[in-house]
């Protein structure tokens, strides 16, 4: 299709026929090329034309199988997050660590097959396989030990959970780069919402709470255990379901938010590093500091990857644009300092799955970054489009998968389990 279109740029009515013949594919191929035919003054029209397609002016209206697919998605799980209740497990938090991630993403990948009308037999299949393996893989490993492979594993399984996630919401097509953009902005649009949904909840639990115990009721237990446990695994999914139906909202919301929080996120980076500076603190023998210091560097990473995407559904903004470069350039130095105390560590005490797996991390997201300055700098200072920016971060999830992978299936070949 990108090559038809390539091809009738300059022809209006061929256009037209190729976008009322495939309207998902013109609009996936007219992404890809955008950057190519831009010059073109067709090529703005369909910009202008083809975003307006994404932004409708009304909320889509609910119907009741929606609905069904909703409550039904949201009841799955809950019961399986019930399960060492309903089955009297002696040690539930041993189930949750080891099954937590696999039942959230289980009500999501059914939500989202459901809706999206994956049904196709094969891949239902290769669906229901991966859940079985990574199930009986993870439920297998020892449930009590001190091995930091192990415990590694848990912290990774939910982000290949996240991965197979993905690959469900695009539709199993790994070389549409756009359907990956689509995932990357709904993680956005999704944060958002949970984030104000938990806000929500958590309000109503309070009130709940108190106008029983008002009257002489002690409901907290029950409410804890069964509507709250329930409700903050349906959360994703009831998150999902708003973005789906109520476009016009996130559209609106997420963009504003990515506007406002990367510069506020800039401003604590260098503030940081200037305290960092001044401070006596040792950031190369502090082992909890250094652990501080890397959760922050993926938090900025996924503030960064969030306002690019966001950015990318309005006109051009060069403020922002300009914002996210510096960003990228304040958080390429944190994650060197981070690099530079993780070889120290590892010099003066050795290898371990933690270190290595710190690492990695990191020395992934360096070159990540590295490539989003590159885009940011086209984007900022010569001819380019932010939309640029954002192929480069599908292309590059791939290789966080692999990692993923390694994590979970090399490590405790690699460094046992014991």
């Known amino acids: ?152 594993v848990y912290i990774h399984l939910p982000l290949l959970m996240w991965c197979l996630y993905g690959l469900v919401f695009i539709d199993f097509n790994l070389k549409d780069k756009i359907k990956r953009i689509e995932f990357i902005r709904y993680n956005g649009d999704l944060a958002i919402l949970m984030a104000l949904i938990a806000i929500t909840g958590g309000i109503l639990t309070g009130i709940t709470i108190g106008l029983f115990e008002a ?18 695994v349906s959360v994703p999914i009831v998150a999902t379901y708003i973005i789906k139906n109520y476009t016009t909202l996130t559209n609106k919301l997420a963009p504003i938010i990515a506007n406002i929080f990367s510069p506020l996120v800039l401003l604590t980076a260098v503030i940081f590093l200037i305290a960092l500076a001044i401070s006596e603190k040792d950031l190369y023998s502090d082992r909890e500091f250094l652990l501080i210091f890397n959760i922050m560097l993926l938090g900025v990473m996924a503030v960064i990857v969030f306002s690019i995407s966001e950015t990318s559904t309005v006109r051009k903004q060069k403020f922002n644009e300009l914002i996210l470069f510096i ?69 590059y999830l791939p290789l966080y998968l692999i990692w993923i992978l390694f994590v979970v299936f090399g490590f405790p070949l690699f460094f046992g389990m014991k």
């Open 1 to 152: 299709m990108k090559n038809k279109i390539k091809e009738h740029i300059n022809d209006p009515e061929k256009l037209e026929q190729l976008f009322n013949d495939d309207k998902n594919a013109f609009e996936s191929g007219f992404e890809e090329v955008y950057s190519e035919i831009e010059k073109s003054e067709l090529s703005e029209y369909w910009k202008i034309r083809l975003d307006y397609r994404k932004k409708p002016g009304t909320i889509t209206k609910t119907n009741l199988p929606d609905i069904f697919i909703l409550l039904t998605s949201c009841l799955v799980t809950g019961v399986l997050i019930k399960i060492p209740f309903i089955f009297n497990i002696p040690t539930p938090e041993v189930f949750y660590t080891k099954n937590a991630g696999i039942i959230v993403f289980s009500g999501l990948i059914l939500y989202i097959t459901w809706t999206n009308k994956v049904f196709e037999l094969k891949r239902l299949i290769y669906i229901l396989a991966a859940f079985l393996i990574l199930t009986i893989y993870v439920n297998l490993l020892p449930s009590v030990t001190d091995s930091d492979s192990i415990y590694l």
């Open 327 to 395: 960003l990228s350039i304040i958080t390429v130095i944190i994650d060197l300092i981070a690099l530079s105390a993780i070889f120290y560590r590892l010099g003066t005490f050795g290898l371990t799955p933690n270190r290595l797996a710190v690492l990695g991390s990191n020395i992934l997201i360096l070159g990540n970054l590295v490539l989003l300055i590159i885009d940011l700098y086209k984007v900022n200072f010569k001819i380019s489009r932010i939309r640029e920016v954002e192929l480069t971060i599908a292309k």
């Open 215 to 232: 009257i002489g009721i002690s409901i907290e237990n029950f409410y804890m255990e069964n509507v709250v446990i329930v409700g903050a």
